[in-house]
C-alpha cells in the first residue's frame, strides 16, 4: 500500500521562501505521477503543480513562476519550493500519487498547513 508523509509547512510572512517536502513508500515510485494539491477555507481541493517520471511539469496558472516542483526518482521523494509565497497561497497542502494513466489508484498524504501572513 502506497504512503505518502509531507513533512515543511507552517506559519511564514509574505515573500518568504518555503519548501514541503512528501516521502513516499509502498509502491514503485516511477509509476506514479507526483503532485501537489492545495485546499483553502471553503474552496475545494485544486492542483497545484506535477511532475512525472522524465521530469516533465505542470503548473497551475496561480503558481507558475513562483513555485517548483521537484522529485528525486532515487530517494522517492518530492518536493514543492516556493520563492514568493502570497497570502492567497494559504491552504492546506496535500501530496498526490497519481497512477491512474497505469491503471493504479491516486494516493494521498494527510496534508501540511502553510499559512502567509504577516
Known amino acids: 500500500q502506497v504512503q505518502l508523509v509531507e513533512s515543511g509547512g507552517g506559519l511564514v510572512q509574505p515573500g518568504v521562501s518555503l519548501k514541503v517536502s512528501c516521502a513516499f513508500s509502498g509502491g514503485r515510485f516511477a509509476r506514479y505521477i507526483m503532485g501537489w494539491y492545495r485546499q483553502a477555507p471553503g474552496k475545494q481541493r485544486e492542483l497545484v503543480a506535477q511532475?512525472?517520471?522524465?521530469?516533465?511539469?505542470e503548473y497551475a496558472d496561480s503558481v507558475r513562476g513562483r513555485l517548483t516542483i521537484s522529485r528525486d526518482n532515487a530517494k522517492s521523494t518530492v518536493d514543492l519550493q516556493s520563492n514568493n509565497l502570497e497570502p492567497e497561497d494559504t491552504a492546506v497542502y496535500y501530496c498526490?500519487?497519481?497512477?491512474?494513466?497505469?491503471?493504479?489508484?491516486?494516493?494521498w498524504g494527510q496534508g501540511t498547513q502553510v499559512t502567509v501572513s504577516s
Open positions: 511532475v512525472a517520471f522524465s521530469g516533465a511539469t
Open positions: 498526490s500519487a497519481d497512477g491512474r494513466n497505469r491503471g493504479l489508484s491516486q494516493y
